[in-house]
């Protein structure tokens, strides 16, 4: 089954994982993106932020959370004051999935075996930042490191001990308050993305 292992050094300091990270074919996600998006901020990181993966401005930037989501965890972290260069914000699949719709790149959901394959990134830099919280943003990362069948709307806003991290919290991605039906449950998601975010942060801290 596809996994980024092989590719993934035994060194994890952030620049050799960076450095090592186009090469991977751990799965077929390299083939149609533009570019892989490794990681970004403080190695010394107390919280990672763990995105689902690439979107259509990241994977034309090669940064993570640069475009419309990115915008709103820039909102939410404004309000309560936190900075992004004090955490470490990355994806649990690190090439952007679509399907091609005329001139439009639709976001696709990665695959389980897709977030497994490329969970040996994600697990290096946990290993070599070794932050106190991890903050999983929506299904796809909660996946990754709570398991398939983690049930995010009830599970959301709690401090969990896993294999992979002592202190790992879930919450709403920010893209699902853009989807939102209507603006009250906007409102909450919102909400909800701010309070655990705030209990990631003051856990960490
Ligand atoms: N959505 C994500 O999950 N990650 C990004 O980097 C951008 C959008
Ligand atoms: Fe490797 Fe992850 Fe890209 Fe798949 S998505 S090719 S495992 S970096």
Redo the contacts with the bound molecule.
Sequence with gaps: QPSAQPFVPEDHSLPTLRAALPACKGCELYQHATQV?PGVGAARAKLILV?????DQ?DLQGQ??V?P??NILDRVMAELDIDRSKVYVT?AVKHFKFIQRGKFRLHQNPRMSEITACRPWLLAEIDTIHPNVVLC??ASASKSLLGGTFALMRDHGKVLSTPYANQVIATI???AILRARDKDSGEQLYQFLRDDLALAWHTAH
Excluded: I, K, T
Aim: proline letters at 17%; glycine letters at 28%; a negative charge.
């Design positions: 998006v995105g689902e993966q690439p979107g990241e993570p959370f475009g989501a990115g994806n943003l929506g991605h920010p893209s």
